[in-house]
């Protein structure tokens, strides 16, 4: 008797792994991460708006956690002391922002709805990796540089994928 096909009935069962595979993974992968990113950038701005910093104050108070100093509690404490020091709106602008063009991008990229997204999130990639680096150039941080270098990446592997979705779609033109 035979199976009726199920979910994964479309996918080729082949135990090969293709560079091309590999690099449509590691871009689906990448682009997970930063619409996750994306989504707690959106959640802390809202989170700071409501709250302001305070309550991330609370949060990394060295008394709730034991154990070894947490490198990572001491940056937000650090950051969202500067941000109890001023206004703070363009963070939350920011955050806010940033985080909902990730997300939209990212929801863009994955459902593979049009060739123009590649050109648009290409050049916002490549802005924010030229901000971070006069950033890098004034002031260095791990953190940033980490951040850079993730950007980095994804834009390759957007490019990658722009010249693949090229190919698989021959007739398929950017709208005017």
Do not use: C
């Not at 994964?8 to 091309?20: G, I």
């Not at 154990?67 to 500067?82: C, D, K, L, M």
């Not at 990730?102 to 990639?125: N, Q």
């Not at 890098?136 to 850079?148: D, F, H, M, P």
Request: positive net charge; proline residues 7%; charged residues 10%.
């Amino acid at each position: 008797m035979k199976q009726p096909p199920g979910p994964w009935s479309r996918f080729p069962r082949t135990r090969t792994l293709t560079k091309s595979s590999l690099a449509h993974a590691a871009f689906l992968v990448t682009i997970l991460i930063k619409g996750f990113f994306g989504l707690l950038e959106v959640t802390a701005g809202l989170i700071i708006a409501v709250t302001g910093p305070s309550l991330a104050l609370q949060w990394t108070n060295p008394e709730l956690y034991q154990g070894p100093h947490s490198p990572t509690a001491e940056f937000i404490r650090q950051g969202a002391a500067a941000l109890a020091e001023s206004p703070g709106h363009f963070v939350i602008f920011y955050l806010l922002v940033h985080g909902t063009l990730k997300m939209a991008i990212t929801g863009t990229l994955l459902r593979g709805r049009g060739v123009w997204v590649f050109p648009f999130a290409s050049v916002i990639l490549t802005g924010f990796i030229g901000y971070m680096s006069f950033e890098l150039a004034e002031e260095w941080s791990n953190w940033l540089l980490g951040l850079a270098l993730l950007d980095t990446v994804t834009l390759l592997l957007v490019l990658n994928e722009w010249r693949t979705w090229n190919t698989k779609h021959p007739g398929a033109e950017a709208p005017a």
